[in-house]
């Protein structure tokens, strides 16, 4: 298991007994020890196999009649930490429906792929990849983050502590690019791949904005490198979050209910759509919380924000399917129980669905053994199914990409409804019991209630 956080390697010590009277002596040594310091590796040791270890076979995907739309994003902890009685049911539980399962290339469970130039450590991809075959997913590999030594860092070693928040150097584009087409071919089940994180280490402080043209750049390097190695492959970016302000912004590119987009995301963007080599996807994460904190004016009117979203992606795209990369509904410190948690998620994918959203992951933020896990698909250390596990696949079977939806109709606005022609998927956005007719139907709704019907 990778840690989230490294330490730092120690930094060298120095005597200080040095008589009085020789400051130029002093002030010289400082800057010998200042340069030592900067020089000094950091981080971690890299494990760098001395044998490496061969590529696992991978089943071919499942092979379905629609794209699933819905899928999970792998993260510190997963199935493959578990004992293997855990691993089992969680396996179970992804398998009930086929959908897509995202990896990271390093962090994220995955150790550093690439510790020094041309030495791979591909163990903890191969075993993810491997559980995900097992688990009959759809396989993603999202192309984040970089080794060390790409990013000024020492060859040989791994500085967790600033793994996530560091770009690859300019001069070194190229050798992400070359290390992207030596993941795919590792796992050649794999068709579809994100370009990076987020923009991490992208921003640029003296502008007080991202480095687009940087982001572009090297995707543009990486996107032609894979094509190059396999035109089959699907590559997809720029993978930025767009926050939004709770405020009605005049100008802004998009605003709603909820407020408006921050400028400088859809900025981002819009340079990367324009100066991009080619694109099979464009991607994008975010959250219906204002950056102010809270959701406006509420958590079910706030999730309009990933409709509004999607629709202008679609458009501005010139017609790109639009993948969510992660999303998020839940204020900080909410102190929502995993009734309310998971009927906000509902309201949410239902948007993604309305709206044509093409993909959209779900982040599952699983746990250690005995560690509280909202949101989680499955109980650490036991494997019992929770909430969202069920959500998932529920949207999954019934709510693939491309299912023509049909519009029924609430007699009350507080039951929010999804219909397709043969089943549909109410919830009740309120904290109390709630009655209403939902297509011809009388319900009764306990508080959150999501509720499955089939229509006959």
Same mark, same amino acid.
């Given at each position: 298991?990778?840690?989230?956080?490294?330490?730092?390697?120690?930094?060298?010590?120095?005597?200080?007994?040095?008589?009085?009277?020789?400051?130029?002596?002093?002030?010289?040594?400082?800057?010998?020890?200042?340069?030592?310091?900067?020089?000094?590796?950091?981080?971690?040791?890299?494990?760098?196999?001395?044998?490496?270890?061969?590529?696992?076979?991978?089943?071919?995907?499942?092979?379905?009649?629609?794209?699933?739309?819905?899928?999970?994003?792998?993260?510190?902890?997963?199935?493959?930490?578990?004992?293997?009685?855990?691993?089992?049911?969680?396996?179970?539980?992804?398998?009930?429906?086929?959908?897509?399962?995202?990896?990271?290339?390093?962090?994220?469970?995955?150790?550093?792929?690439?510790?020094?130039?041309?030495?791979?450590?591909?163990?903890?991809?191969?075993?993810?990849?491997?559980?995900?075959?097992?688990?009959?997913?759809?396989?993603?590999?999202?192309?984040?983050?970089?080794?060390?030594?790409?990013?000024?860092?020492?060859?040989?070693?791994?500085?967790?502590?600033?793994?996530?928040?560091?770009?690859?150097?300019?001069?070194?584009?190229?050798?992400?690019?070359?290390?992207?087409?030596?993941?795919?071919?590792?796992?050649?089940?794999?068709?579809?791949?994100?370009?990076?994180?987020?923009?991490?280490?992208?921003?640029?402080?003296?502008?007080?904005?991202?480095?687009?043209?940087?982001?572009?750049?090297?995707?543009?390097?990486?996107?032609?490198?894979?094509?190059?190695?396999?035109?089959?492959?699907?590559?997809?970016?720029?993978?930025?979050?767009?926050?939004?302000?709770?405020?009605?912004?005049?100008?802004?590119?998009?605003?709603?209910?909820?407020?408006?987009?921050?400028?400088?995301?859809?900025?981002?963007?819009?340079?990367?759509?324009?100066?991009?080599?080619?694109?099979?996807?464009?991607?994008?994460?975010?959250?219906?919380?204002?950056?102010?904190?809270?959701?406006?004016?509420?958590?079910?009117?706030?999730?309009?924000?990933?409709?509004?979203?999607?629709?202008?992606?679609?458009?501005?795209?010139?017609?790109?399917?639009?993948?969510?990369?992660?999303?998020?509904?839940?204020?900080?410190?909410?102190?929502?129980?995993?009734?309310?948690?998971?009927?906000?998620?509902?309201?949410?994918?239902?948007?993604?669905?309305?709206?044509?959203?093409?993909?959209?992951?779900?982040?599952?933020?699983?746990?250690?053994?005995?560690?509280?896990?909202?949101?989680?698909?499955?109980?650490?250390?036991?494997?019992?199914?929770?909430?969202?596990?069920?959500?998932?696949?529920?949207?999954?079977?019934?709510?693939?990409?491309?299912?023509?939806?049909?519009?029924?109709?609430?007699?009350?606005?507080?039951?929010?409804?999804?219909?397709?022609?043969?089943?549909?998927?109410?919830?009740?956005? +309120?904290?109390?019991?709630?009655?209403? +007719?939902?297509?011809?139907?009388?319900?009764?709704?306990?508080?959150?209630?999501?509720?499955?019907?089939?229509?006959?």
């Amino acid at each position: 298991m990778i840690p989230s956080r490294g330490q730092h390697a120690r930094r060298p010590g120095w005597g200080v007994a040095i008589g009085a009277g020789v400051l130029a002596l002093l002030l010289i040594l400082a800057v010998l020890v200042y340069a030592g310091s900067r020089r000094s590796p950091r981080g971690e040791v890299a494990r760098v196999p001395g044998v490496q270890e061969p590529a696992p076979t991978l089943a071919s995907p499942p092979a379905l009649e629609n794209w699933p739309r819905w899928g999970v994003t792998h993260t510190q902890y997963s199935a493959d930490n578990e004992p293997a009685e855990v691993e089992d049911q969680a396996r179970g539980l992804l398998r009930r429906e086929p959908m897509l399962q995202n990896q990271h290339i390093m962090g994220w469970g995955a150790d550093n792929p690439e510790p020094a130039p041309g030495r791979y450590n591909l163990r903890d991809l191969n075993s993810r990849l491997t559980f995900i075959s097992s688990a009959g997913g759809i396989p993603v590999i999202t192309l984040c983050c970089a080794p060390d030594w790409m990013k000024g860092g020492t060859a040989g070693r791994t500085d967790w502590e600033k793994n996530a928040t560091v770009a690859p150097l300019r001069e070194h584009f190229d050798d992400f690019a070359k290390l992207s087409v030596r993941i795919a071919k590792q796992y050649p089940t794999v068709k579809h791949f994100l370009v990076w994180n987020e923009f991490k280490g992208f921003w640029d402080p003296s502008a007080d904005k991202w480095d687009a043209a940087g982001y572009t750049e090297m995707y543009n390097k990486v996107y032609t490198a894979l094509k190059k190695h396999d035109p089959a492959i699907q590559v997809g970016g720029p993978y930025i979050s767009l926050g939004s302000t709770g405020k009605q912004v005049p100008g802004a590119v998009l605003s709603g209910p909820w407020g408006s987009v921050e400028p400088r995301g859809m900025e981002a963007l819009e340079h990367w759509l324009a100066r991009k080599k080619g694109a099979d996807f464009v991607v994008v994460d975010g959250w219906s919380t204002a950056i102010e904190g809270g959701a406006v004016p509420d958590e079910f009117t706030a999730v309009t924000k990933f409709g509004a979203i999607t629709t202008w992606l679609r458009q501005r795209s010139g017609g790109l399917p639009v993948w969510w990369a992660e999303w998020y509904v839940e204020p900080e410190n909410s102190g929502w129980d995993e009734t309310r948690r998971t009927a906000v998620q509902a309201a949410a994918m239902m948007e993604f669905a309305s709206s044509g959203a093409a993909t959209a992951l779900y982040w599952n933020p699983q746990r250690k053994q005995g560690q509280e896990c909202p949101g989680c698909l499955w109980e650490p250390g036991t494997g019992a199914e929770l909430p969202m596990a069920g959500l998932l696949s529920g949207f999954t079977k019934w709510f693939p990409a491309g299912i023509e939806l049909e519009r029924v109709e609430a007699s009350d606005p507080q039951v929010k409804v999804l219909a397709q022609q043969r089943m549909l998927v109410m919830v009740n956005t +309120t904290a109390r019991e709630l009655s209403a +007719t939902v297509d011809g139907e009388q319900v009764t709704l306990k508080p959150y209630e999501i509720r499955w019907s089939p229509r006959v």
